[in-house]
């Protein structure tokens, strides 16, 4: 019987231990991606093969659009609490309410140009096929997607 | 002789330490050959001439066999005992041992795998969100 339950332990265990061992195995990029500085770049990297050079680039890219973006960001609440505060002091449309609303709409439309232009620059940064599939893959997440119905900042 | 006498010297054979009856010791009468044989066919004359007479009661039999199995139950075989029993003669068999061992380990290989893999597209789905929600500024709170 010794035997019989030394073979049936063998068998958990060497189940057990194989199970470990791929899991352990196949999650190590994502343990890496995760624990990086950066997640989301370091999953772009892996996600379009990118190599070092391409990635210190486009992490460069990355920084650099992202501190402009949090600036017009900043200028587009700005100018929503202004329209707000014009809005709740009038019942009519005034010229300097049309003047608010256009100048909303003119930094909605700078906030997308910027986007598209950080785009295509980390596009441009890419291998050319995986830049081509990296433009389709955010183009149809951001400007192609309804979430831009209202805006989240 | 009659009938009693005769049972009684038959159950006298028949009890322990009946051979004391007749002074001899049992080591005697095993190395004392006269004295067994003359034992021996003084009892299968007494055998020979044994007749019972009285009827069986009625459904003696029967009753016998009922005394035997309350006296005897069958042991009972747990559900437990006989998946232990299966597994000692299975593992017995090294064509069957090693296919169990061989199984187990493909099961968790290919566990392993499918978690990993699993784990592995809900991680990139989920950063890829974040990085989708970081470049994007109407998706999502950032910045």
Same mark, same amino acid.
């Given at each position: 019987?010794?035997?019989?339950?030394?073979?049936?332990?063998?068998?958990?265990?060497?189940?057990?231990?194989?199970?470990?061992?791929?899991?352990?195995?196949?999650?190590?990029?994502?343990?890496?991606?995760?624990?990086?500085?950066?997640?989301?770049?370091?999953?772009?990297?892996?996600?379009?093969?990118?190599?070092?050079?391409?990635?210190? #680039?486009?992490?460069?890219?990355?920084?650099?659009?992202?501190?402009?973006?949090?600036?017009?960001?900043?200028?587009?609440?700005?100018?929503?609490?202004?329209?707000?505060?014009?809005?709740?002091?009038?019942?009519?449309?005034?010229?300097?309410?049309?003047?608010?609303?256009?100048?909303?709409?003119?930094?909605?439309?700078?906030?997308?140009?910027?986007?598209?232009?950080?785009?295509?620059?980390?596009?441009?940064?890419?291998?050319?096929?995986?830049?081509? #599939?990296?433009?389709?893959?955010?183009?149809?997440?951001?400007?192609?997607?309804?979430?831009?119905?209202?805006?989240?900042? | 002789?009659?009938?009693?006498?005769?049972?009684?010297?038959?159950?006298?054979?028949?009890?322990?330490?009946?051979?004391?009856?007749?002074?001899?010791?049992?080591?005697?009468?095993?190395?004392?050959?006269?004295?067994?044989?003359?034992?021996?066919?003084?009892?299968?004359?007494?055998?020979?001439?044994?007749?019972?007479?009285?009827?069986?009661?009625?459904?003696?039999?029967?009753?016998?066999?009922?005394?035997?199995?309350?006296?005897?139950?069958?042991?009972?075989?747990?559900?437990?005992?006989?998946?232990?029993?299966?597994?000692?003669?299975?593992?017995?068999?090294?064509?069957?041992?090693?296919?169990?061992?061989?199984?187990?380990?493909?099961?968790?290989?290919?566990?392993?795998?499918?978690?990993?893999?699993?784990?592995?597209?809900?991680?990139?789905?989920?950063?890829?969100?974040?990085?989708?929600?970081?470049?994007?500024?109407?998706?999502?709170?950032?910045?």
């Amino acid at each position: 019987m010794k035997r019989a339950w030394l073979i049936l332990m063998a068998g958990v265990g060497g189940a057990l231990l194989a199970y470990a061992g791929l899991y352990y195995a196949g999650t190590a990029g994502c343990r890496g991606m995760a624990q990086s500085k950066s997640p989301e770049l370091a999953w772009l990297k892996d996600e379009f093969h990118l190599g070092n050079d391409e990635f210190a #680039r486009i992490s460069k890219l990355h920084e650099s659009y992202v501190a402009a973006c949090a600036e017009r960001c900043r200028r587009v609440d700005m100018k929503n609490m202004e329209l707000k505060q014009l809005l709740a002091s009038t019942n009519a449309v005034t010229p300097e309410i049309a003047k608010a609303l256009a100048e909303t709409a003119q930094l909605q439309a700078e906030c997308q140009k910027e986007m598209l232009q950080h785009f295509y620059e980390v596009s441009q940064t890419m291998a050319p096929e995986q830049g081509k #599939r990296y433009l389709a893959w955010v183009q149809e997440r951001t400007l192609s997607a309804d979430t831009h119905a209202t805006m989240q900042h | 002789m009659t009938l009693r006498r005769r049972r009684e010297n038959v159950k006298g054979f028949t009890r322990p330490g009946a051979y004391y009856e007749c002074g001899v010791r049992p080591r005697e009468i095993c190395m004392n050959g006269n004295k067994q044989t003359d034992n021996d066919a003084a009892l299968s004359a007494v055998l020979r001439d044994w007749r019972v007479s009285t009827a069986l009661p009625p459904r003696f039999q029967e009753q016998v066999w009922q005394r035997i199995a309350r006296r005897e139950p069958l042991p009972t075989v747990t559900p437990w005992a006989m998946l232990l029993n299966w597994i000692e003669q299975a593992m017995a068999r090294p064509a069957l041992a090693t296919t169990y061992v061989t199984v187990l380990l493909l099961v968790g290989l290919i566990g392993g795998y499918r978690q990993a893999q699993s784990v592995k597209t809900r991680t990139a789905g989920e950063l890829s969100l974040r990085y989708v929600q970081m470049v994007d500024p109407y998706q999502g709170p950032r910045h």
